[in-house]
């Protein structure tokens, strides 16, 4: 091989080490604040995923059994019952079926944060 293409080849070769090593330098000191400002926030968005349908749940079950209670029926109602018991009956199902679905990362943001970060960083390598 010529020396002078050896030369540059080493030159190169050095200087993507020095990138790489300067790289590992940097994440080495960047990771772990990455990491734990990803967990604070997981725990902030999942806690709201999941406590917002379950409260809405329960809000619109004691509307339905404490506000609107029993049909009644009369000659002009203001609201129709049967309607506000049908849609906040389907609401209510929906927002537990919400909180069920968030409850999993919930769980594992606050009682396994670490798979949480993995399951994270599979989520960024598939995409």
């Not at 010529?2 to 330098?25: F, I, W, Y």
């Not at 990362?105 to 009682?111: E, G, I």
Request: hydrophobic residues 55%.
């Amino acid at each position: 091989m010529n020396e002078e293409l050896q030369k540059q080849l080493a030159e190169l070769l050095a200087s993507l080490m020095n990138v790489a090593k300067d790289g590992a330098q940097w994440a080495k000191g960047e990771i772990p604040l990455l990491v734990q400002e990803k967990i604070a926030l997981g725990r902030f968005e999942e806690s709201i995923y999941f406590f917002a349908p379950a409260i809405g749940a329960c809000v619109l079950a004691w509307l339905l059994v404490k506000k609107i209670g029993p049909l009644e029926i009369k000659a002009e109602p203001d609201i129709p019952p049967l309607f506000s018991m049908i849609f906040g009956g389907i609401a209510t199902v929906m927002l537990v079926v919400g909180a069920g679905a968030g409850f999993h990362d919930f769980a594992m943001v606050w009682f396994a944060p670490r798979l949480y970060i993995v399951e994270w960083l599979t989520s960024l390598v598939k995409a």
